[in-house]
């Protein structure tokens, strides 16, 4: 599904990025990407999404090369980064409408879709209002419907639960886990560990851009040792 061999991505005058990263996220898995501020796990999110170009290595996204064929790629998986950007001078319907065109949705499919989520994340009274009058956490909502209109392989998500309400929180997750029921895969970054343990089936931390530990979920994690514990020791208490 997904596959980053070697992923250099350095900033030019600085010595933050991502440093030989290679990673595979496979249909089905919840793949939970988690590290301190700075760690370099929005850089790496940006490089798979096609945001960032990259100094050197691979990506691929079901079979496809993100330097040799990024269009392509994109048709494949939904990004939602850690701060939305939307269009404030459209009402949220309208930019759902923007966004399934984009994707060619059609419009049996958009309405069903749109009606389905809207619902679940409590934002369905409000579509016809402006974005500009929406909270942090409806553009939340608003993205992440946005982000399901064309039923993506792969969904990359920044700090997905930021923002979000309990009820919209288990929403998420619970989305999460039937979209990787139906064979596709989820790669985030998320600072919520117990969120992460419970989750996901796989796990990577990463420090300063260079990946320090990565697995399954239940190897990572040993009996009566949360991920949080594992987290401090290998990141935070060399």
């Known amino acids: 599904m997904l596959y980053i061999k070697n992923l250099t991505k350095h900033y030019k005058g600085s010595t933050k990025g991502v440093t030989d990263l290679s990673l595979h996220v496979e249909a089905g898995d919840i793949f939970a990407f988690i590290g301190h501020n700075g760690a370099g796990k929005t850089t790496t999110l940006k490089c798979v999404a096609g945001i960032h170009n990259f100094d050197q290595g691979e990506i691929q996204i079901h079979g496809l090369s993100m330097k040799e064929e990024s269009l392509a790629c994109k048709k494949q998986f939904a990004y939602i980064p850690d701060n939305p950007d939307l269009f404030d001078y459209l009402t949220g319907i309208q930019y759902l409408n923007f966004i399934a065109d984009v994707f060619e949705v059609s419009g049996e499919e958009?309405?069903?879709?749109?009606?389905?989520?809207?619902?679940?994340?409590?934002?369905?009274?409000?579509?016809?209002?402006?974005?500009?009058?929406?909270?942090?956490?409806?553009?939340?909502?608003?993205?992440?419907?946005?982000?399901?209109?064309?039923?993506?392989?792969?969904?990359?998500?920044?700090?997905?639960?930021?923002?979000?309400?309990?009820?919209?929180?288990?929403?998420?997750?619970?989305?999460?886990?039937?979209?990787?029921?139906?064979?596709?895969?989820?790669?985030?970054?998320?600072?919520?560990?117990?969120?992460?343990?419970?989750?996901?089936?796989?796990?990577?931390?990463?420090?300063?851009?260079?990946?320090?530990?990565?697995?399954?979920?239940?190897?990572?994690?040993?009996?009566?040792?949360?991920?949080?514990?594992?987290?401090?020791?290998?990141?935070?208490?060399?």
Not at 147 to 173: R, T, W, Y
Not at 175 to 192: D, K, N, P, Q, Y
């Open 110 to 238: 958009r309405e069903r879709r749109i009606e389905k989520y809207a619902n679940a994340f409590g934002i369905m009274e409000s579509l016809g209002d402006l974005i500009s009058s929406y909270s942090h956490g409806m553009k939340q909502k608003l993205a992440i419907i946005s982000a399901l209109l064309h039923k993506p392989k792969l969904l990359i998500l920044d700090e997905p639960f930021v923002g979000l309400d309990p009820q919209a929180a288990v929403v998420l997750k619970n989305t999460m886990r039937e979209l990787c029921e139906e064979g596709g895969a989820i790669f985030f970054s998320t600072h919520v560990l117990d969120v992460a343990e419970k989750l996901c089936n796989k796990v990577a931390i990463i420090k300063e851009g260079t990946l320090i530990k990565s697995g399954n979920m239940e190897d990572v994690v040993k009996e009566g040792i949360s991920l949080e514990d594992i987290f401090m020791e290998v990141v935070c208490d060399e």
